[in-house]
């Protein structure tokens, strides 16, 4: 099974930037699509940007215009750029397959707060 490790996450202030990394074991390519979720303590896991295997990206409403999913073939590795970062963007974020039946395990994720 495909292990998905995060990366990138930290302190930032508002209207700062973080990109954040996901480094897959195994090829993430041809599968279903792969997004980054976030979660914050006592709500459910949200998914903010998927990436299809057609490049083909979609984006929450409250992220739209600010954040960018990419990924890197030769490195296994999807990314979210996030730009203009808001106090309610900190959360947990954790990428995965989009579709119950597509996930892995849950990696530990990393931990983006955006200060004011």
């Known amino acids: 099974q495909v292990q998905l490790v995060e990366s990138g996450g930290g302190l930032v202030q508002a209207g700062g930037s973080l990109r954040l990394s996901c480094a897959a074991s195994g090829s993430i390519f041809g599968r279903n699509p792969i997004g980054w979720y976030r979660q914050v303590p006592g709500k459910q896991r949200e998914l903010v940007a998927s990436?299809?295997?057609?490049?083909?990206?979609n984006y929450a409403d409250s992220v739209k215009g600010r954040f960018t999913i990419s990924r890197d073939k030769s490195k296994n590795t999807v990314y979210l750029q996030m730009r203009f970062l808001k106090l309610e963007d900190t959360a947990d974020y954790y990428c995965?397959?989009?579709?119950?039946?597509?996930?892995?395990?849950w990696g530990q994720g990393t931990q983006v707060t955006v200060s004011s």
């Open positions: 995965n397959f989009v579709g119950m039946s597509a996930r892995v395990a």
């Open positions: 990436i299809s295997s057609g490049e083909y990206t």
